[in-house]
């Protein structure tokens, strides 16, 4: 479950934003990963060129990774490991499953491990990854505006009584 904090009920409250730049996707990616707590999980949802793996990247780099953030579309997973400033180090999972063919192709990346041993996990693509991928996520979803823009959407489920 993704655990709440103020910055992120902040934008939860707004639950969409208009994008107009790729500039502007990335200022949001370093505001966006400000608000993740330890742990989460992030789906990465839209149309192809939508913005997604631009999103990925800007919070990859906005949580303090300074290499090249490689695009997991073919090899479907990339990791990164981020050391903060009290020496701690931190592991982030960024997948994308567009070419899965089947929810069970999970198994062979130890999906399962990547998600106990991740400080984040970005998942772009993640409904193609049926029921293996959990629920109880920030959701994005980013589509097309009538201008060029984009309107980014977070939701999180709601919680059961």
Not at 1 to 19: H, R, W, Y
Not at 150 to 157: A, D, G, Q
Request: negative net charge.
């Amino acid at each position: 479950m993704i655990s709440s904090n103020a910055l992120l009920d902040e934008l939860l409250a707004v639950k969409q934003f208009t994008i107009d730049s790729e500039t502007a996707m990335q200022e949001f990616g370093g505001r966006l990963s400000k608000a993740l707590p330890e742990g989460a999980l992030v789906t990465l949802s839209g149309e192809l060129g939508a913005g997604k793996s631009v999103l990925a990247r800007s919070i990859i780099h906005s949580l303090g990774y300074e290499g090249r953030v490689k695009s997991p579309t073919y090899t479907l997973i990339e990791t990164y490991e981020i050391e903060n400033v009290a020496g701690n180090v931190s592991q982030l999972a960024h997948l994308d499953l567009y070419r899965l063919s089947d929810p069970e192709e999970l198994d062979y990346l130890a999906f399962d491990d990547v998600l106990q041993v991740s400080s984040l996990v970005l998942i772009e693509w993640a409904e193609l990854g049926g029921d293996r991928v959990p629920t109880e996520a920030l959701h994005v979803h980013i589509e097309y505006a009538d201008d060029n823009s984009r309107l980014v959407k977070l939701t999180v489920p709601e919680k059961s009584a």
